[in-house]
């Protein structure tokens, strides 16, 4: 049975080239778990996006938040830590 991961709508087909050893791996889990290969290497692209992918989506909001002026000065930041005002800001 299906469960609600499966039962998302799927994009168009996608036509994708990758190294003879690592579809090896993939049709080797696929067999194991018996599921399809596509199944096994979009749960590998959710895990890449989980992680390494995150981490570069949010360096391009950082990017995005800065070029916007949605930021604060590391001085500023410190010194409300700190409970301290700036010697400048006077």
Do not use: C, H
Request: a negative charge; aromatic letters at 6%; glycine letters at 4%.
């Amino acid at each position: 049975m299906a469960d609600a991961s499966d039962r998302r709508a799927l994009s168009d087909p996608i036509t994708l080239r990758i190294p003879q050893d690592i579809l090896a791996e993939v049709e080797q889990i696929a067999k194991a778990t018996e599921r399809s290969r596509s199944w096994v290497i979009v749960r590998a692209l959710k895990y890449y996006l989980m992680a390494e992918g995150n981490d570069i989506l949010q360096i391009l909001k950082g990017e995005e938040q800065v070029r916007n002026g949605e930021f604060v000065e590391a001085e500023d930041l410190f010194a409300d830590l700190l409970g301290d005002a700036r010697p400048d800001a006077a």
